[in-house]
T-cell receptor
């Protein structure tokens, strides 16, 4: 059974640009959540999507947004990139009704 | 006060010994509790979850939850060098869905 797949694995962007990251959940999983991991702040929750609707949201600015498609795949977008957005972005999937979440390999974003 | 607190370590353990990791949380409404293992440069891997007070064993791992005292612990028996990693405690306050709040992690070093 395939795990959570995130693409791309690595990205380098310039300040002010925008970026879109993709996440394909484990087959049968309908919940996708996104996290940011940095050395200073650790792992922080961004948002969760379930059945194409945002179900939970963290404390990040509106530059961070996401969406989920009917096949449960999800994308997150960061607009007007700042140097502080450099981080490992992780997505996690879980079955409907379960709270055990399984992480993908992550996307390492570097903003220069 | 952080919502989820862990000793950052490193926790140095001889091979074959028991590693004991602790985690405290501040929100009494927390519903479910998770332990993730993260190797350097990799994404978090779910190793244990616990929802009810008491102990839960899975192989060499035992999770213990005490909601009255607001702590959750992880015991690793017969520690192996391959157990050397950062262990992340995560708490979910949601009855439905995933919005994990993570501690900063405890780094464990198992010495042969």
């Amino acid at each position: 059974k395939a795990g959570v797949t995130q693409t791309p694995r690595y990205l380098i962007k310039t300040r002010g640009q925008q970026v879109t990251l993709s996440c394909s959940p484990i087959s049968g999983h309908r919940s996708v959540s996104w996290y940011q991991q940095t050395p200073g702040q650790g792992l922080q929750f961004l948002f969760e999507y379930f059945s194409e609707t945002q179900r939970n949201k963290g404390n990040f600015p509106g530059r961070f947004s996401g969406r989920q498609f009917s096949n449960s795949r999800s994308e997150m977008n960061v607009s007007t990139l700042e140097l502080g957005d450099s981080a490992l972005y992780l997505c996690a999937s879980s079955r409907a009704g379960d709270t055990e979440a399984f992480f993908g390999q992550g996307t390492r974003l570097t903003v220069v | 006060q952080k919502e989820v607190e862990q000793n950052s370590g490193p926790l140095s353990v001889p091979e074959g010994a028991i590693a004991s990791l602790n985690c405290t949380y501040s929100d009494r409404g927390s519903q479910s509790f998770f332990w993730y293992r993260q190797y350097s440069g990799k994404s978090p891997e779910l190793i244990m979850f616990i929802y009810s007070n008491g102990d839960k064993e899975d192989g060499r791992f035992t999770a213990q939850l005490n909601k009255a005292s607001q702590y959750v612990s992880l015991l690793i028996r017969d520690s192996q060098p391959s157990d050397s990693a950062t262990y992340l405690c995560a708490v979910n306050k949601q009855a439905a869905g995933n919005k994990l709040t993570f501690g900063g992690g405890t780094r464990v070093l198992v010495k042969p």
